[in-house]
């Protein structure tokens, strides 16, 4: 449901590269709750639409896609009938979280705020 | 089985507290507790399934290692996760040593929107 919204609603900033998000209310709700960027990229493996700059968004792409095919690889391995859903990846600073489907991967890159106890 | 033991002069007090905690929880089917080399040191599954999910499981977080300090800045992973249908995995570096627990993850919120 959410993805075909999402393309319905996209207002494409220029012509040629039809990758930015803008003005898009469901990519600024994710925004508000302190989501940094968000990125979908299809089964190939190829970025569709990004809220980062295209060079980010490729190099970001390319480090992704073969870590969650990796990943399902190992999933499967421990069990065939068994296949990844999400992956979330934390470290100190950010966090990625990445929706697998079989046709898209949606990730998500949030900023995480330093708490002092 | 108990797992793979080493002597007990070598296992930490600090691996068994862990692992004893770990498997408290709740929602917890399973814990592994792999050393810096990713050998498996404690764990409650059999030696088979533990040997092979601490080897996939740690080539998939050096990866993920990989990937983060290729970012900018580069960072450290604090925790991996990986949701599969049936269940939870959460791969958390600490140190020398490398936590591994399967849990099962309750779809809890969409089952409260019916």
Not at chain 1, 11 to 28: H, I, L, M, P, T
Not at chain 2, 24 to 41: D, F, Q, T, Y
Not at chain 2, 84 to 102: A, C, F, N, Q, Y
């Amino acid at each position: 449901m959410s993805i075909d919204i999402k393309r319905r609603s996209l207002k494409k900033r220029n012509s040629g590269g039809a990758k930015s998000y803008e003005g898009d209310s469901f990519v600024q709700n994710f925004e508000k709750r302190g989501a940094r960027e968000i990125i979908i990229i299809d089964a190939a493996g190829k970025p569709v639409r990004s809220t980062v700059s295209q060079r980010r968004t490729y190099m970001y792409a390319a480090q992704l896609q073969p870590l969650a095919k990796m990943s399902r690889n190992v999933v499967r391995d421990l069990d065939p009938a068994n296949d990844v859903t999400f992956l979330r990846i934390r470290s100190d600073s950010h966090e990625v979280h990445m929706s697998l489907n079989p046709e898209f991967i949606v990730v998500v890159i949030q900023k995480l705020k330093i708490r002092k106890h | 089985m108990q797992g793979y033991e080493v002597q007990p002069k070598r296992t930490q007090s600090y691996v068994d507290e862990a692992f004893r905690l770990l498997l408290e929880k709740p929602g917890v089917e399973e814990v592994l507790i792999m050393n810096h080399s990713g050998v498996p040191v404690k764990t409650s599954m059999s030696r088979q399934d533990a040997l092979q999910h601490a080897c996939l499981y740690d080539n998939l977080r050096e990866k993920t290692q990989a990937f983060l300090q290729k970012l900018e800045p580069q960072q450290n992973l604090a925790m991996l996760r990986v949701r599969t249908r049936l269940h939870e995995v959460l791969i958390t570096p600490d140190g020398k040593i490398t936590m591994l627990v399967v849990q099962n993850a309750k779809d809890k919120y969409l089952k409260s929107l019916d």
